[in-house]
């Protein structure tokens, strides 16, 4: 892959080589990478690339690095998911390196999804990387969202299955043309997100709901009342972390501010509690008030907060 383009903007004295990272740079490159998470994140991250690679279920082409005289000075990361998305690890530098090459680097890999069919790639920061969101801003990146990463314990799940009107289908391919028709009508008027609207076809949005975590049918929802589809409600399991993730619950817009979504996320909590898992994890975006409030009333706590980043590529 060529990436000559990149130094139209930029002397050419200003920058190293930049390209896919060669064997011998690959440790040093996700090291580099990695190198502002903690020990266990860092390590456990380096393991699992590593062993996508090994399997071919990443590209290594995603893993672009800038040589100076030798020496590995700076690495980026994108990793093509399920969906045509894809999340991209901000670039990193050695310390004396300008940051004219970690733009240089963004570029680059943001030229090489583009090549790839990626509708958009997302990037996560947190509050006190002002350098990475400067960069990634300079780069094409949009602010999307403040995402706050909340959990729920087995102590607050209800021991029994919430009093409720709804009905709970369980999907199956006889359904998937419901689901996608309930599921894009949950899309209206959200408050989670509202940017992405159109950024993909439902069908892609599925498919990377469907990547999350362990796919199990019995944890895809349809939601009823009256007769009619209401809403849809989708857990993942990740039985290697003890958790269930709720990927995604919504009710139409016509029908919100009846009290459903806590029904719903106790019913969520309720299966989390069937399947033996300890904890029920989510992801919501912080301007999304109703939303927060309705988790903290079901016991949810935050972990964590991160900024998202989007940019969109021809693909969508």
């Not at 949009?142 to 999907?171: G, I, M, N, W």
Request: hydrophobic share 40%; glycine share 10%; with cysteine.
């Amino acid at each position: 892959m060529e990436f000559g383009y990149l130094f139209d903007m930029f002397p050419i004295d200003d920058h190293p080589p930049i390209g896919p990272v060669s064997d011998k740079h690959l440790p040093e490159a996700l090291r580099l990478v990695f190198g502002r998470l903690s020990p266990d994140d860092r390590t456990a991250q380096e393991e699992a690339i590593l062993a996508e690679m090994a399997a071919a279920e990443i590209s290594a082409l995603g893993l672009i690095g800038a040589v100076r005289e030798g020496r590995l000075v700076g690495a980026v990361l994108s990793q093509v998911q399920p969906g045509k998305t894809a999340l991209v690890w901000p670039s990193r530098l050695v310390p004396d390196e300008p940051p004219t090459t970690a733009a240089g680097l963004l570029e680059a890999a943001c030229g090489s999804l583009d090549t790839q069919g990626v509708c958009m790639a997302q990037a996560l920061t947190s509050g006190t990387q002002k350098a990475d969101a400067q960069l990634l801003q300079a780069g094409g990146f949009e602010p999307l969202a403040d995402l706050l990463y909340l959990v729920s314990f087995r102590e607050d799940f209800p021991d029994k299955p919430p009093d409720t009107q709804l009905q709970f289908e369980t999907y199956s391919s006889a359904t998937h043309d419901r689901l996608a028709r309930v599921l894009e009508a949950t899309y209206k008027q959200t408050l989670d997100c509202p940017a992405l609207n159109g950024v993909r076809q439902i069908e892609d949005i599925l498919v990377g709901y469907r990547s999350t975590g362990e796919f199990i049918p019995d944890y895809w929802l349809i939601i009823r009342n009256g007769g009619k589809d209401v809403g849809c409600l989708l857990l993942a399991d990740h039985r290697q972390h003890d958790n269930m993730e709720l990927v995604y619950m919504g009710v139409v817009s016509s029908l919100r501010g009846r009290g459903w979504g806590i029904q719903i996320t106790r019913q969520a909590q309720w299966l989390t509690r069937q399947a033996g898992r300890r904890r029920l994890v989510l992801a919501v975006d912080a301007g999304n008030a109703p939303a927060v409030r309705m988790y903290c009333e079901a016991g949810f706590q935050t972990w964590d907060r991160r900024s998202v980043y989007l940019r969109c590529f021809r693909g969508g």
